[in-house]
Nanobody, 121 residues
Framework: VQLQASGGGFVQAGGSLRLSCVAS????????MGWFRQSPGKEREFVST????????YYASSVKGRFTISRDNYKNTVYLQMNSLKPEDTAVYYC???????????????WGQGTLVTVSS
């Protein structure tokens, strides 16, 4: 599976962005999809994940209520709608694919290249 993330950019605090991740290759709907992020000097951290058909979603406590993950299996795309952005959300955001729902970075088999989100105060 090849993953291509996009949608990052520069936004002021309180603003919104929507990230997209398009998958190509093997069957997209057979994978759980996740979003992670990494800030300079920090480890990559879990943001959100969505199960195969989109029936279950999970969020890190730091983004719950502000971010929404969704997927369109016809378009082979997973989205991350980010609202009420804060400066601490600044990071490179990565999409990833796994065979089961998990928050653990190492359990994701495929990764996109990352897209930078910068939130100014």
């Amino acid at each position: 599976v090849q993953l291509q993330a996009s949608g990052g950019g520069f936004v002021q605090a309180g603003g919104s962005l929507r990230l997209s991740c398009v998958a190509s290759g093997r069957s997209f709907s057979s994978y759980v999809m996740g979003w992670f992020r990494q800030s300079p000097g920090k480890e990559r951290e879990f943001v959100s994940t969505i199960t195969w058909g989109g029936g279950n979603t999970y969020y890190a406590s730091s983004v719950k209520g502000r971010f929404t993950i969704s997927r369109d299996n016809y378009k082979n795309t997973v989205y991350l709608q980010m609202n009420s952005l804060k400066p601490e959300d600044t990071a490179v955001y990565y999409c990833a694919a796994a065979t089961r729902a998990t928050r653990i970075t190492n359990e994701y088999d495929y990764w996109g290249q990352g897209t930078l989100v910068t939130v100014s105060s």
